[in-house]
């Protein structure tokens, strides 16, 4: 039906009929031009996360890995350009290695031979001490974990982007020398728990021999999973590691978990909310604590 309406007429707010549809057009143009804006700042603040979280990153060099980097470059050196955590700016050996400019060149100042054998050695030297205080580039290179996939080998463990902001968190605390305490709010899948276990596993095998530890879990089948997953990365890690460099050692060595060994001198003990454990009289330095273990009973 169509009703004509005299120009004169005029709507309920007493304007005429014409100006009312013109502003009512007007408020529909504005109301799409703020969503087209609210729509775009969306879009490139998507694109400003994608850009961080996707950015380049190889664990191996150290390109954008966690924390405050230099460039450190060595032509003959297995990785030629690395980008090292700052502090390890400071360490003689990493002065001396790029004021000689190239291995070859420091171990003639050293008055070595240029052979094999001694830039294996000067390599493991180094590479334990980038260990010691890159963490990502310790899990890329000697922790192997369950790969999720099923019927997959054991893989490396890569650091995804949440993660590294795990690790940035836990490595603030720790150079800062303060006790690292962390409550993690259960977030599945992303692997907070495989990288918990594993940052304490690297400083008890890195840097504090002797770390005695303790896993609290509501069911022993829970504590027991933690576990294992620590023995399978310490049944793959390499036995000389456990060693000083040029230390003796019996390659066939097989490394125990679980209780205190000569090697680690790392003991763990479990503990559930069914058979709270007692105890022993030496200190616990770290502790694992379950979620389910957390809340409190009603």
């Known amino acids: 039906m169509f009703i004509h309406r005299h120009p004169a007429s005029t709507c309920k707010q007493g304007r005429p009929w014409k100006l009312f549809i013109e502003s009512r057009e007007t408020r529909r143009t504005k109301m799409t031009e703020i969503k087209l804006k609210e729509i775009k700042r969306m879009m490139d603040d998507n694109a400003r996360r994608n ?55 420091y171990l003639k100042q050293l008055q070595v031979t240029d052979s094999p054998d001694n830039r294996e050695q000067l390599v493991d030297v180094f590479s334990r001490l980038r260990c010691l205080h890159d963490f990502p580039y310790w ?23 949440p993660q590294r902001k795990f690790c940035a968190a836990l490595e603030d605390m720790r150079t800062a020398g303060k006790p690292i305490r962390i409550c993690m709010c259960k977030a599945r899948q992303w692997g907070g728990s495989t990288e918990t276990d594993l940052y304490m596993a690297w400083l008890q095998l890195v840097h504090r021999p002797s770390l005695n530890g303790i896993i609290v879990a509501h069911v022993n089948s829970a504590s027991e999973k933690i576990k294992g997953m620590y023995r399978k990365m310490l049944d793959a890690y390499p036995i000389n590691l456990l060693y000083k460099p040029g230390e003796a050692f019996d390659p066939n060595e097989k490394n125990s978990y679980g209780t205190e060994t000569p090697i680690t001198h790392n003991g763990y003990r479990n503990a559930t909310a069914p058979s709270p454990l007692v105890l022993p009289s030496r200190p616990m330095r770290v502790a694992r604590v379950t979620t389910r273990s957390l809340t409190s009973p009603k």
């Open 51 to 105: 850009a961080v979280m996707f950015a380049p990153f190889n664990p191996v060099t150290g390109e954008g890995s966690v924390g405050k980097r230099f460039r450190y470059q060595i032509p003959d050196y297995p990785i030629p350009l690395q980008f090292l955590p700052v502090a390890m700016k400071r360490n003689p050996l990493v002065k001396a290695l790029a004021k000689a400019g190239s291995v070859s060149m």
């Open 139 to 161: 899990c890329a290179t000697l922790v192997y974990i369950k790969d999720k996939d099923p019927g997959m080998p054991d893989c490396l463990f890569r650091l995804n982007f």
